[in-house]
């Protein structure tokens, strides 16, 4: 089992930044994929990024240049910088874990995840 919770989430302007953390505990984190989702009101939970054991990163083409994904093993911990935020980013952003390696076009589905948190929200108005 892996609990995960997420952190850092709150109400910005366009253009401001924002960080959250997501903390594991349980299974040996080093061992699986992290990623983070985002589900906007009326709209389906979405792939953002995700961190794969061995440094590969991968991202949705609307975040590239302005997200960051990256994880400390040491803390258990995966983090999203978010930059130069736009009103379309606002939604409650997941946590997710993968007991299995992914690559690619895997690492985006959500089935791919078994572990989620249980959400936080992040508001970006114009």
């Known amino acids: 089992q892996v609990q995960l919770v997420e952190s850092g989430g709150g109400l910005v302007q366009a253009g401001d930044s924002l960080r959250l953390s997501c903390a594991a505990s349980g299974r040996t984190f080093g061992n699986i994929a992290m990623g983070w989702f985002r589900q906007a009101p009326d709209k389906e939970r979405a792939f953002v990024a995700a961190a794969v054991w061995g440094d590969t990163t991968y991202y949705t083409d609307s975040v590239k240049g302005r997200f960051t994904i990256s994880r400390d093993n040491a803390k258990n911990t995966v983090y999203l910088q978010m930059n130069s935020l736009k009103p379309e980013d606002t939604a409650i952003y997941y946590c997710?874990?993968?007991?299995?390696?992914?690559?690619?076009?895997?690492?985006?589905?959500?089935?791919?995840?078994?572990?989620w948190g249980q959400g936080t929200q992040v508001t970006v108005s114009s």
């Open positions: 997710a874990a993968s007991r299995t390696y992914c690559s690619g076009y895997a690492c985006y589905r959500l089935d791919q995840y078994l572990y």
